[in-house]
Antibody
């Protein structure tokens, strides 16, 4: 059973870069068996997909965030990472990492989420 | 691509709840459903239209045709009260706006 755990700063200043990591347990993150995504949820609102990392290393980003976004993997640490530059208050949300089986489009695995507040 | 869900659905305890997810020709794509309780991460409830992951009660079922996908919860229990999201893949991941299910 894959387990995911997000970590990172809970407070980021406006215009700075939001950096999060997601530790993956029970399996190698670059085994090619899974696709990894980041999803966020502002307080009281719905889910917003941020982007996805395929087993090939290719990425697929939400067009509305693409210019500010980098999703990558650190295989040595078995971690997924998210970097979102030039943040504003609108980026305040709970951020989830999620996993789906290769070629599948649904998310079987979710981290518990981490709240990130953008504020000076 | 946009997915449209009712903001809220109310159902009496023990009755059947139906939550819809509307989208242009959605019947020709796979729809997935997630249950989210307050303060917790979403949980996959139905995948590929009508498949239940292990651990999801048989009371949960799904269907998908033409322009509407439906999540049906039979014999609704108090613990089913939650937010429900539909999701598709259309060159990117798309979520519906979510439906709050209230058990009366």
């Amino acid at each position: 059973q894959v387990q995911l755990q997000e970590s990172g700063p809970g407070l980021v200043k406006p215009s700075q870069t939001l950096s999060l990591t997601c530790a993956v347990s029970s399996g190698s993150i670059d085994s090619g068996s899974y696709y990894w995504s980041w999803i966020r949820q502002p307080a009281g609102k719905g889910l917003e997909w941020i982007g996805r990392l395929f087993s090939s290393g290719n990425t697929n980003y939400n067009p509305s965030l693409k210019s500010r976004l980098t999703i990558s993997v650190d295989a040595s640490k078995n971690q997924l990472s998210l970097k979102l530059t030039n943040v504003t208050a609108a980026d305040t949300a709970v951020y989830y990492c999620a996993g789906s089986g290769k070629y599948l489009t649904h998310f079987d695995y979710w981290g518990q989420g981490i709240l990130v507040i953008v504020s000076s | 691509y946009e997915l449209t869900q009712p903001i809220s659905v109310s159902v009496a305890l023990g009755q059947t709840a139906r939550i819809t997810c509307g989208g242009d020709d959605i019947g020709n794509t796979n729809v997935h459903w997630y249950q989210q309780k307050p303060g917790l991460a979403p949980v996959l409830a139905i995948y590929r239209n009508d498949n239940r992951p292990s651990g999801i009660p048989e009371r949960f079922s799904g269907s998908n045709s033409e322009n509407t996908a439906t999540l049906t919860i039979s014999r609704v229990q108090v613990e089913d009260e939650a937010d429900y999201y539909c999701q598709v893949w259309d060159s990117e991941v798309v979520f519906g706006g979510g439906t709050k299910l209230t058990v009366l």
